[in-house]
């Protein structure tokens, strides 16, 4: 039985002592007694597992356009998931975002590039000299962005509802990730056929570039038949080139009979 230090009597405890000395103990370490073997039996405390590094995901752009365009269940809602779009470096420069013009539902849909300044002040895609002579060209075939007449009228957007400084072309990523909400559009618009303007248009729609040899005839994209055509802005810098744009609308007009 152990016995508490204040229970001894001198004589025990100055004979405890001397035998310690005897024993060769230089020290007095602590006031209690400590009982090492019991120690030992205690097991020791594990050493402590660093947690493992906390990974945070880069976002993928694609995927996430992918994700919100498919939520959107109708043209609205399409515009609002667009405008919120938080990965495209164009948005932080633009004045408005330029979502559609024209009428949902009607047979023709076209898509064009990116808005420029005239477009990127009112919010509406081809306002601007390059929309006039869009609506010119669409007028000689009976086409118009209003007409009240569904089967007349066009529905307009463009691969990129941003406009780009300095009116460049959009980058190759740029146009990756307005992808997903360009096909969900082209899906809840659904029109009869597309006419895609310029090289930006051809590329995000075919997979393509290369106007001057894709147009003068029809190819297929996001399942409907699509014209690629010269872009109006070119037209008026190479009047010449009118020629052949007129050959593209006869046979939309064609093709809409
Ligand atoms: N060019 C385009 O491609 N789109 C516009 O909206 C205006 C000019």
């Keep these: 039985m152990e016995r508490d230090a204040c229970d001894l009597d001198f004589e025990t405890a100055a004979a405890m002592l001397a035998w310690q000395v005897d024993l060769g103990v230089l020290d007095v370490v602590g006031d209690a007694p400590l009982n090492r073997y019991e120690l030992e039996a205690v097991a020791p405390k594990p050493t402590p597992v660093a947690a493992p590094p906390v990974v945070v995901e880069a976002p993928d752009p694609v995927a996430e356009a992918r994700a919100m365009a498919a939520a959107a269940p109708d043209l609205e809602t399409l515009a609002e998931v667009v405008a919120d779009y938080p990965h495209c470096e164009l948005k932080r420069g633009a004045r408005n975002t330029v979502f559609c013009d024209g009428r949902a539902g009607a ?113 297929e994209g996001f399942g409907l038949p699509v014209r690629p055509m010269l872009h109006p802005a070119y037209l008026l810098r190479n009047p010449a080139a009118k020629r052949e744009a007129w050959a593209d609308l006869l046979d939309i007009q064609a093709r809409l009979t």
């Design 107 to 219: 047979r023709v849909m076209i898509v064009g590039e990116a808005p420029g300044r005239d477009e990127d002040m009112q919010g509406r895609p081809f306002v601007g000299r390059a929309g006039q002579m869009l609506d010119r060209m669409l007028a000689a075939i009976g086409l118009a962005r209003d007409n009240p007449d569904i089967t007349r009228a066009v529905y307009i957007t463009n691969v990129m509802p941003w406009r780009p400084p300095q009116n460049r072309d959009p980058t190759k990523e740029e146009v990756a990730m307005m992808r997903p909400f360009l096909s969900r559009h082209i899906e809840l618009a659904a029109p009869d056929l597309l006419i895609v303007l310029g090289n930006t248009s051809a590329q995000a729609v075919l997979g393509k570039t290369g106007i001057t040899r894709l147009r003068g005839t029809w190819h």
